[in-house]
């Protein structure tokens, strides 16, 4: 059975520090996605991750995966209000065709 | 392009009572899942729709939850009757499956309270 563990579970940093979330998973899997939920909003897909050694960023956001350790890292720099969110990481084993298996999710806020 | 619409945002009911939900896809988007995050843990997979047939409907919690997807469009989530453990946010996701791009989108969710 595929497990998704994420942590911390909560995170409160300053604004203009720098942090990082890590998503393990337990078996082999295709990809693995990040999302960004705001209260009462849908789950916002960040990055999806399709291969060992992928890094992509978005503005103050950078993920990575290494498929060996069965890790994915959200890198947070230069910590800004607006980024306080619910990140989840998921993973799915069938390319998009098999349900997603998600982490319990990352509380961020993020302070003056 | 509208995304991926659920219906009601909210819905706060008594046990014992009945609450069906539902989840608008992307047009044109065979696949469609729902799942469900109660209070503090994970969002689990409930079942995955194809089109119209049921595909994998191995996260249903029990026999009080009933799902469907008639003509492959819209679908409907079912409590009845609903137990205080069923509170939580559903969710519903859809994607199109296509060789290298088959991420799914998500709905806002409906945040079910029974009280």
């Known amino acids: 059975e595929l497990k998704v563990e994420q942590n911390p579970l909560f995170l409160s940093m300053q604004e203009g520090k720098n942090y990082t979330i890590y998503c393990n998973y337990s078996t082999t899997s295709d990809r693995l996605y990040w999302y960004r939920q705001d209260p009462g909003k849908s789950l916002e897909s960040l990055f999806v991750l399709l291969s060992n050694g992928a890094v992509k960023q978005e503005g103050r956001l950078m993920a990575s995966l290494d498929t060996k350790a069965r890790l994915s890292t959200l890198h947070i720099t230069a910590a800004v209000h607006d980024l306080s969110a619910t990140y989840f990481c998921a993973v799915d084993m069938d390319s998009g065709n098999t349900p997603l298996v998600f982490g319990k999710g990352t509380r961020l806020s993020v302070i003056a | 392009e509208a995304g991926v619409t659920q219906f009601p945002s909210h819905s706060v009911i008594e046990k014992g009572q009945t609450v069906t939900l539902r989840c608008d896809p992307i047009s044109g988007h065979d696949n469609l899942y729902w799942y469900r995050r109660v209070m503090g843990k994970e969002i689990k997979f409930l079942l995955h729709f194809v089109k119209e047939s049921k595909q994998d409907e191995s996260g249903m919690p029990n026999n009080r939850f009933l799902a469907e997807r008639t003509g492959g469009t819209y679908s409907t989530l079912k409590v009845q009757p609903a137990e205080l453990e069923d509170s939580g946010v559903y969710f519903c996701?859809?994607?199109?499956?296509?060789?290298?791009?088959?991420?799914?989108?998500f709905g806002q969710g409906t945040r079910l309270t029974v009280v």
């Open positions: 996701a859809s994607s199109q499956p296509q060789a290298g791009n088959t991420e799914a989108f």
